[in-house]
């Protein structure tokens, strides 16, 4: 019972501690951003790797997202018999607002938050970090602020290529599997659709964004041990990211969605 | 006299509970060659990050060129560390980069300089070690000796005054080794450095000491010349240059 309680004691203690570590490693962030201007072309080149070339991946779920939505609207409408001219409706207020930037970030949390940390946490055991920091540079504006930049921008850019993808997926499923028309389908998508929600969505990715590159980075900065080290600040960094990401998204239902 | 270039008071330092530096004293002055001696993980590479403060003292003070290291703002610290050059253990070359871009980085993030002069300036430290054959390569392709030469290189390329070396030839052949050694000892020379090395290699703090200190149990054990230290009649120095397994010195 006692050794229990310790260890739940010891949980919490770390878990504050994290806590501390990103705050401190935020205001460093904040505090590099005037030097921007010396991070550009690294920030491109994070932007390339860790954004654009998530494209396909992001492209791939979105696909069948909207292509499930759709049927599973349509399955739910046909059995308390709504009409399914509101199906455009259903799945482009479902996509819009939630799907394409929770499902994206998270997507994005597995590839890109797992790599950030992976690849920062080998160069952490491997003394490289040490080394950057011997030679007068600093590591925040060097690797942390093109990477929490690059997540920050990429993950809303993405959302928008997901919504796209998946309304057409939806579309497809429609016409094809549920026989909606697809004008049906897109006039019931344009008379629902609206700005503000495209918007709140594209902001809540941004803050997604942020969050998987703050962890990736933390975590990366904070790995201790060798192989196995890396092994566990990966895991811990998508499990971290991808909670906080469902967490914050339920706070801004209830910030921005007022019932 | 003059005053140390370094000057390390009283410094504590603990990793959870297990105490790593107990109280080390030290000053090093301008243009010696400290090799800091003593088994591994007595805190040898601990001292030498604190010199340049990669890690933050429990306590005491580590001063650098009279200012306490404590005490500088960050850009402070930042011109206090691009007056030293450090060689890691395992070199720490950045693997996505090769040879010459690990060399020219310091450079090329002051800014100060055109793409020319860090070329020139780049070639000139890989020629100093050797290297030139491997300019383009990554350090994957790399042998130990040749990383060690790299991660020299870069040490060197911002003309430090200070270089301090983190067993530079742990885990390389005996040949290897010492041309290391040497390497180390002709650079000194060259460059008139200040240099500060930690090694569990005896034939190698011999070759390029000006002075060996040993730690023992988180303090200095021994501060003398090699010649001093060879001949001492201290148990624990004596068995450590000697290597032997029976003595005072308990084997964790």
């Not at chain 2, 780049?122 to 790299?150: N, T």
């Not at chain 2, 070396?165 to 040497?182: C, K, N, R, S, V």
Request: charged share 20%; aromatic share 8%.
């Amino acid at each position: 019972m006692a050794s229990a309680l310790v260890g739940l004691g010891r949980k919490g203690v770390n878990f504050v501690v994290k806590l501390g570590g990103m705050a401190i490693m935020f205001t460093r962030f904040i505090g590099s951003l005037p030097k921007f201007y010396q991070t550009f072309g690294l920030t491109v080149e994070q932007i390339y790797k860790l954004g654009v070339q998530s494209l396909p991946l992001i492209v791939i779920i979105s696909i069948f997202v909207g292509a499930v939505s759709a049927w599973q609207a349509a399955y739910q409408f046909k059995f308390i018999g709504a009409p399914l001219h509101y199906l455009g409706h259903a799945v482009g207020k479902a996509v819009v607002i939630e799907l394409a930037p929770v499902l994206s970030a998270i997507v994005f949390a597995g590839r890109v938050g797992a790599g950030v940390t992976a690849e920062l946490g080998t160069m952490k055991v491997t003394e490289q970090i040490d080394a950057l920091e011997s030679m007068g540079i600093s590591p925040i504006r060097y690797l942390v602020m093109p990477r929490i930049l690059a997540c920050l921008f990429m993950v809303p850019f993405l959302v928008i290529f997901a919504n796209f993808v998946a309304i057409v997926g939806g579309l497809v499923v429609s016409v094809i599997g549920v026989d909606v028309s697809a004008e049906t389908f897109l006039s019931g998508f344009r008379n629902s659709f609206k700005m503000g929600d495209l918007v709140n969505g594209l902001i809540k990715a941004g803050v997604f964004g942020f969050i998987i590159g703050l962890v990736g980075c933390y975590e990366g900065f904070n790995t201790k041990g060798g192989a196995q080290g890396v092994g566990k600040a990966t895991t811990t960094s998508v499990v971290i990211s991808s909670v906080s990401i469902l967490i914050f998204n339920f706070i801004f239902a209830l910030i921005l969605f007022r019932i | 006299m003059n005053s140390p270039l370094i000057k390390i008071t009283d410094l504590h330092k603990s990793f959870e509970n297990q105490i790593v530096l107990d109280g080390v004293n030290l000053e090093i002055n301008k243009g010696e060659s400290i090799t800091i001696i003593g088994q591994s993980g007595c805190g040898k590479s601990v001292l030498l990050k604190h010199i340049i403060r990669l890690l933050e003292p429990d306590s005491g003070k580590v001063f650098f060129d009279g200012e306490d290291l404590s005490e500088l703002n960050f850009n402070q610290l930042i011109s206090v560390r691009q007056r030293t050059g450090m060689l890691f253990q395992s070199a720490a070359l950045f693997d996505s980069l090769t040879v010459a871009e690990n060399v020219g980085l310091s450079l090329k993030e002051q800014r100060h300089y055109s793409k020319n002069e860090i070329d020139k300036i780049v070639a000139e430290k890989i020629d100093m070690v050797g290297l030139s054959y491997a300019a383009d390569k990554y350090p994957s392709e790399l042998s130990g000796g040749m990383r060690k030469r790299a991660g020299l290189a870069r040490a060197i390329a911002d003309e430090p005054e200070v270089l301090l070396y983190d067993e530079p030839t742990t885990g390389l052949d005996p040949i290897t080794a010492d041309m290391i050694d040497d390497l180390i000892v002709d650079l000194n020379r060259i460059l008139k450095v200040t240099s500060v090395s930690v090694t569990h290699d005896m034939k190698s703090a011999f070759k390029i000491a000006s002075r060996i200190v040993m730690l023992y149990q988180g303090k200095v054990q021994f501060d003398g010349t090699p010649d001093e230290v060879r001949k001492t009649d201290n148990p624990i120095v004596q068995q450590f240059i000697n290597g032997n397994a029976t003595g005072p010195i308990q084997v964790r």
